[in-house]
């Protein structure tokens, strides 16, 4: 039996569609935040509040995601950093508050430069946000740093 016409152009993409929705899904975490969430790591910069995440110590060795820090702006949050990772290792890095950065000319792959300024990108994997844990800022500070958990990692 032949198919022709509209039943057929579906039937013929709903593989496509599939894909599509698998890719969706399978989106690195932590890529697309535009706000930090309540876990994020906090750290302070010439009295600017700076948020983290995810925080270091959470970057394991298979990760494959982003880390962003962002600054507080007003009642909102800036992002000024959003560092890629793959297996573990910084592969690219965006800097949105800083255009024309050269660090987002590079692209590392398997711990090859294979794109950007060979001595700046081999150093990309340095690359990597401190922060304190989020109990360290606000209210609950004073008993954090009394109990001994407000440590930079």
Not at 41 to 47: A, E, F, I, T, Y
Not at 70 to 93: K, P, S
Request: a negative charge.
């Amino acid at each position: 039996m032949v198919m022709s016409g509209f039943p057929t152009l579906m039937i013929r993409s709903l593989p496509l569609l599939a894909l599509a929705l698998h890719a969706a899904a399978g989106a690195a975490p932590n890529c697309g935040l535009a706000v930090p969430p309540p876990d994020a790591g906090v750290d302070r910069q010439m009295g600017v509040l700076l948020k983290v995440y995810p925080r270091t110590p959470d970057i394991g060795p298979d990760y494959a995601g982003c880390q962003t820090l962002w600054a507080q702006a007003g009642d909102g949050w800036e992002t000024l950093t959003i560092v890629h990772y793959a297996a573990g290792h910084v592969v690219r890095v965006e800097n949105p508050a800083v255009p024309h950065d050269p660090v987002e000319q590079c692209l590392v792959e398997r711990g090859a430069v294979v794109r950007g300024d060979p001595e700046l990108c081999a150093q990309l994997d340095d690359m990597r946000f401190e922060s304190l844990p989020p109990e360290c800022a606000g209210d609950a500070a004073a008993a954090a740093q009394a109990a001994g958990t407000c440590v930079r990692a």
